[in-house]
């Protein structure tokens, strides 16, 4: 009896354990489980995920995020970031991606040089290092992608608005067109002596209170207006213009006032944007509807 009862046990035992072994996966076909493949991480460029279709280019340990289209390119597009901010938001906001596609540029949003104001963009005819690194960007994406187009269409959010007029007071010959989004020019005029037209467009709201479409003494911002006296006068502008109707640039806008001065060198054009914030969700499809003719 006693003998009995004492083999038991270690029969029950050792049933137990090799159950247990075979339900945690252990010896035996079919047992084993595949650990799950562990997916690696998004590639950075200028401290942001690159999305599907860019890539990453250095130069002065600063990065820029590029696009390239397929086929010939004809031309680049330039997209400069406010402050704060990166280049891949000022990609977002003009859809850097699409004008890409559609207009087959090579697009590319590079880091600024300044924490403070994004880019060394005040107009002084001293302060040369973001021009010189622009410039020495263009030739790297000309030489590394055969590039044999003039074009340059430059697009500046806010503090890159600011800094793509210092590049059309300091490097015109460069530029194409110069689209500006809530940024205008800071600095003295006198400071900017080019005589060479460059097309532009320029979009601003009265209630943005970030910039202030009045401009501010607060480093040196010059109301719109004087902003775009002073190109009127270098493209060589009537003082008569006409003015055309646009679609709200966000879903709140009441809509958008676009004036044209008339017989320019090349086109003078300032869009005025109802009831828009500096900080906003700007329709990139309304944005490039407006300013389209830059490409003509």
């Known amino acids: 009896m006693n003998n009995r009862v004492t083999n038991s046990i270690p029969l029950s035992i050792s049933s137990l354990l090799a159950l247990l072994i075979s339900g945690c996966g252990g010896s035996g076909d079919g047992g084993s489980t595949t650990p799950p ?21 250095t130069l002065d340990s600063r990065d820029a995020i590029v696009y390239k289209p397929n086929g010939e390119i004809k031309g680049i597009a330039l997209f400069l970031h406010g402050a704060p901010g990166k280049p891949q938001k000022v990609s977002n906001i003009f859809n850097a991606k699409a004008i890409t596609n559609d207009m087959q540029l090579l697009s590319v949003a590079p880091e600024g040089s300044n924490a403070s104001w994004g880019w060394a963009s005040v107009n002084d005819n001293a302060t040369t290092t973001d021009v010189v690194f622009i410039e020495s960007l263009f030739t790297k994406l000309r030489a590394e992608n055969t590039i044999t187009s003039d074009n340059v269409y430059v697009f500046g959010y806010s503090a890159g608005g600011f800094m793509g007029y210092k590049l059309a007071c300091q490097i015109p ?77 966000i879903s709140s806008s009441s809509g958008t006032e676009t004036e044209t001065w008339q017989n320019c060198v090349l086109n003078v054009s300032f869009s005025n944007m109802a009831n828009v914030p500096h900080e906003a969700a700007y329709d990139d499809e309304i944005l490039r509807q407006i300013y389209s003719p830059i490409f003509n």
């Open 173 to 249: 010959e460069q530029i194409t067109a110069l689209v500006s989004l809530a940024g205008q020019f800071r600095g003295e005029f006198i400071q900017c002596t080019t005589s060479t037209p460059i097309t532009l467009h320029h979009f601003h709201s009265p209630t943005d209170t970030d910039v202030p479409i009045n401009g501010r003494n607060t480093g040196n911002i010059k109301s719109v207006n004087d902003t775009l006296a002073h190109w009127r006068n270098i493209n060589g502008c009537d003082a008569t213009s006409n003015t055309t109707s646009h679609p709200g640039v």
């Open 37 to 57: 493949p562990v997916t690696p991480p998004a590639a950075q460029c200028a401290d942001s995920s690159l999305d599907s279709g860019a890539s990453c280019v």
